[in-house]
């Protein structure tokens, strides 16, 4: 899977009702990602980090959507 493939992979995993408009996007923030590309979070973890996220949004969702939205505690500043 390519890299672009599974961003977007992970976008549906996490807003399966909404729409993303481009790679990037500002959206992407709302995610927790540092800029409106996150293909430049990537930096250290590489793609594998990224196939882990994907792995844990499909095999727990709720615990992933929990995470997604700070259920219990803050975002940081």
Do not use: V
């Amino acid at each position: 899977m390519e890299h672009q493939d599974a961003l977007k992979q992970l976008w549906r995993l996490a807003y399966p009702n909404r729409e993303l408009p481009s790679l990037t996007s500002e959206l992407w923030k709302d995610m927790g990602w540092q800029d409106s590309d996150p293909s430049t979070d990537f930096r250290g973890g590489g793609f594998i980090s990224l196939e882990n996220l994907i792995f844990f949004a499909k095999e727990y969702p709720q615990s992933f959507q929990r995470l997604l939205h700070k259920k219990y505690g803050n975002r940081a500043e």
